[in-house]
């Protein structure tokens, strides 16, 4: 039997630097695989910021300009200004070269084909060409988390096609007789903490207890980055996972120092990770939560800070742990308070009404007062 802590440094050795690209549309949350460099200016001419006249400001000490064409956004026409001429843009139009100026229109008086400036302004209203990404500029680094700004910044370098990790897959398998006669819990709640930690579930269906049947699905299920299984991995004649993984693979543990789901087995297949869970839907649950969201975070190059973070509450009653165990007691915030509402491993309410977590320590056998909450 081995700590938490010594579970999760033997987790962590496992790995997975896949490639792949994803369409820009379905880039969110996902994570950069290289450097992102424009090979574009942006924008990629001189812009006006608003509606106005172009002018040269060389030619401001006249006020008043001939009107000789008009620019909106989209066109591609040539105007070319002269002395004292000036051209109509529309926000977001390409400026005529010669011109270094944008006269608000609110600022002038158009008389035929003349227009009188009132009031120049103070600024010139044109964004340059590359004044917001130059060619070449590095815009967006190798691992960072594509957000909306960042899928904004893509779009802008007309990038269809986003180079990101890939997410690792993950095979799912219920294993036990029984799940001829109840619902299978264990691999729904278990893909949705796959889902929720960045992986890609893959539900490989339930399994009886019989050596042959077990060893073919998971075999089937070796191809996938992560196996996961539940039950089969306690002390009973039918508890055959360690038996399974040891000649398909090996064990790298069996049996964690913690309250439920101390039976926890984890082993290697075709060099890579298998992690049998407790079948009692709490444990399996707990297991989950612990285990699997730092590995498959870890594989999809995502940073992991832990459950949802962490509250303080007041427990309702002494919570009495075993020396040596690590508690995953789970608990309802109600006004200030954190419940208990483990009622047995077995029992799916033990963990399906809980908020959140209290962790209590292996060197603490009572805990009372103040805790701090992992949240769910």
Same mark, same amino acid.
């Given at each position: 039997?081995?700590?938490?802590?010594?579970?999760?440094?033997?987790?962590?050795?496992?790995?997975?630097?896949? &490639?792949?690209?994803? #369409?820009?549309?379905?880039?969110?949350?996902?994570?950069?695989? %290289?450097?992102?460099?424009?090979?574009?200016?942006?924008?990629?001419?001189? &812009?006006?910021?608003?509606?106005?006249?172009?002018?040269?400001?060389?030619?401001?000490? =006249?006020?008043?300009?001939? *009107?000789? =064409? #008009?620019?909106?956004?989209?066109?591609?026409?040539?105007?070319?200004? =002269?002395?004292?001429?000036?051209?109509?843009?529309?926000?977001?139009?390409?400026?005529?070269? !010669?011109?270094?100026?944008?006269?608000?229109?609110?600022? /002038?008086?158009?008389?035929?084909?003349?227009?009188?400036?009132?009031?120049?302004?103070?600024?010139?209203?044109?964004? %340059?060409?590359?004044?917001?990404?130059?060619?070449?500029?590095?815009?967006?680094?190798?691992?960072?988390?594509?957000?909306?700004?960042?899928?904004?910044?893509?779009?802008?370098?007309?990038?269809?096609?986003?180079?990101?990790?890939?997410?690792?897959?993950?095979?799912?398998?219920?294993?036990?007789?029984?799940?001829?006669?109840?619902?299978?819990?264990?691999?729904?709640?278990?893909?949705?903490?796959? /889902?929720?930690?960045?992986?890609?579930?893959?539900?490989?269906? +339930?399994?009886?207890?019989?050596?042959?049947?077990?060893?073919?699905?998971? /075999?089937?299920?070796?191809?996938?980055?992560?196996?996961?299984?539940?039950?089969?991995?306690?002390?009973?004649?039918?508890?055959?996972? $360690?038996?399974?993984?040891?000649?398909?693979?090996?064990?790298?543990?069996?049996?964690?120092?913690?309250?439920?789901?101390?039976?926890?087995?984890?082993?290697?297949?075709?060099?890579? $990770?298998?992690?049998?869970?407790?079948?009692?839907?709490?444990?399996? *649950?707990?297991?989950?939560?612990? @285990?699997?969201?730092?590995?498959? &975070? &870890?594989?999809?190059?995502?940073?992991?800070?832990?459950?949802?973070?962490?509250?303080?509450?007041?427990?309702?009653?002494?919570?009495?742990? %075993?020396? =040596?165990?690590?508690?995953?007691?789970?608990?309802?915030?109600?006004?200030? @308070?954190?419940?208990?509402? @483990?009622?047995?491993?077995?029992?799916?309410?033990?963990?399906?009404?809980?908020?959140?977590?209290?962790?209590?320590?292996?060197? !603490? +056998?009572?805990? !009372?007062?103040?805790?701090?909450?992992?949240? *769910?």
């Amino acid at each position: 039997m081995i700590t938490v802590n010594d579970a999760t440094e033997i987790l962590n050795r496992f790995s997975l630097d896949r &490639r792949t690209y994803v #369409e820009l549309k379905d880039s969110l949350g996902r994570v950069l695989a %290289e450097n992102i460099i424009s090979d574009i200016d942006v924008p990629s001419f001189n &812009r006006s910021d608003m509606d106005g006249y172009a002018v040269r400001q060389q030619d401001l000490d =006249g006020r008043q300009f001939k *009107l000789v =064409g #008009e620019m909106h956004a989209g066109d591609n026409l040539n105007i070319n200004l =002269g002395k004292g001429e000036c051209s109509w843009v529309a926000t977001g139009a390409n400026i005529p070269d !010669e011109a270094n100026l944008v006269i608000p229109v609110e600022n /002038t008086e158009k008389i035929g084909d003349d227009v009188i400036v009132y009031e120049p302004g103070k600024e010139p209203h044109i964004s %340059e060409r590359g004044c917001d990404i130059k060619q070449g500029e590095t815009v967006l680094k190798m691992s960072c988390i594509i957000n909306d700004r960042n899928i904004g910044i893509l779009a802008a370098l007309g990038i269809q096609n986003v180079p990101v990790y890939d997410t690792p897959t993950v095979a799912i398998i219920s294993t036990g007789d029984e799940l001829d006669k109840i619902n299978d819990v264990n691999s729904m709640t278990l893909s949705a903490i796959v /889902t929720q930690s960045g992986g890609s579930p893959v539900f490989m269906g +339930t399994v009886t207890d019989k050596i042959s049947h077990v060893k073919q699905k998971i /075999t089937e299920a070796s191809k996938y980055d992560i196996i996961i299984t539940s039950g089969g991995i306690s002390s009973g004649k039918k508890d055959l996972m $360690p038996i399974i993984v040891s000649e398909l693979g090996g064990v790298l543990f069996h049996r964690v120092q913690m309250r439920p789901g101390m039976p926890m087995l984890a082993g290697m297949i075709n060099e890579k $990770p298998i992690l049998c869970m407790p079948g009692n839907v709490t444990s399996c *649950l707990v297991c989950g939560h612990v @285990f699997l969201p730092p590995i498959i &975070r &870890r594989m999809a190059h995502l940073p992991y800070m832990g459950m949802g973070g962490v509250r303080r509450a007041r427990l309702s009653e002494e919570a009495v742990s %075993e020396y =040596g165990m690590r508690r995953y007691l789970p608990v309802k915030l109600v006004d200030g @308070f954190a419940h208990p509402t @483990f009622k047995g491993s077995s029992l799916i309410t033990s963990i399906g009404h809980a908020d959140g977590i209290v962790v209590i320590r292996e060197e !603490e +056998t009572l805990v !009372e007062g103040e805790v701090k909450v992992q949240m *769910l």
